[in-house]
């Protein structure tokens, strides 16, 4: 499972000095649960979500993912997690197959493991069509199908996903739902960070709600809707950050950033 204990990271600009993107966030993940962690660009998602996968060392405060502790042993965690990252790029010349073997070969996977593991990422995410065609000929859908069979070619305990959806026409948006939905009756560890409000009601057992930084609400669907008056995930949003003017400083100041 996942367990982030206070982490916390700072970082330093010449000019503005200490800059906190994430403080003291604490939450815990279960096999066979979803997470979601919800938020605005510039609220500290992804930098969370970067500390988990060992991708940034925590200024303060620690997180045990897969049994492993992102500072103590940052290997032990590479092996049992597979992350998407927002930004995720293919190598251009390679076709989604070699893609995906490569990454498999990475993780001292055997050709035989990878070759079958392959076969099932195919079916699973509708990759037979386009498997050895040249990811620079592929439509943002086809390039985030890739990137997630490559990330989850190992077939890791923990899966992280940053925005999956994003940019993407219904369809492919509606099959990478239903693949993470599946990860989690695998039982599987889910983190899934979005700011797509329907996504978070039809996935996520548990949601985070972060903002400046911080874990301003957290709960089951049920829980945050009594707790906050309403029904609709956008307006229970909105009330957890402080309404629409605390929502509006965020971004600007995520916008003032160097």
């Known amino acids: 499972m996942i ?12 000019k503005r000095g200490l800059i906190p993107a994430v403080e003291d966030v604490s939450f815990t993940c279960r096999p066979g649960q979803i997470y979601g ?3 605005a660009n510039g609220a500290g998602k992804t930098t969370t979500l970067r500390m988990l996968a060992t991708l940034l060392q925590p200024t303060g405060g620690t997180a045990v993912v897969g049994g492993h502790d992102v500072i103590g042993d940052p290997v032990g ?6 992350f998407l990252a927002a930004s995720t790029a293919l190598y251009g010349r390679l076709t ?25 990422l195919a079916d699973e995410l509708d990759l037979h069509e386009f498997l050895d065609r040249r990811c620079d000929k592929f439509s943002t859908g086809m390039k985030q199908k890739t990137s997630i069979a ?27 739902v239903r693949f993470v939905r599946q990860c989690r009756e695998r039982g599987r560890t889910v983190i899934y960070s979005t700011h797509v409000m329907s ?7 548990i949601v ?3 903002h400046a930084g911080r874990l301003v609400a957290e709960g089951t669907l049920p829980e945050l809707q009594a707790r906050y008056g309403e029904r609709d995930m956008e307006e229970i949003f909105v009330k957890a950050v402080g309404g629409e003017a605390a929502l509006a400083a965020a971004m600007d100041a995520k916008e003032a950033r160097p």
């Open 96 to 120: 989604a197959r070699e893609m995906i073997a490569y990454f498999g070969a990475l993780h001292g996977m055997a050709d035989g493991a990878i070759a079958a593991r392959i076969r099932q």
């Open 199 to 205: 996504e978070v009601e039809k996935l996520c057992d």
């Open 150 to 176: 490559r990330t989850l070619v190992h077939d890791p305990a923990v899966m992280i996903f940053d925005e999956p959806t994003l940019g993407l026409d219904v369809m492919t948006a509606r099959a990478i």
């Open 208 to 210: 985070g709600i972060i």
């Open 77 to 82: 965690v590479r092996a049992h997690v597979g």
């Open 3 to 14: 367990e982030a204990r206070h982490l916390t990271k700072h970082f330093h600009d010449k």
């Open 37 to 39: 962690l919800l938020g």
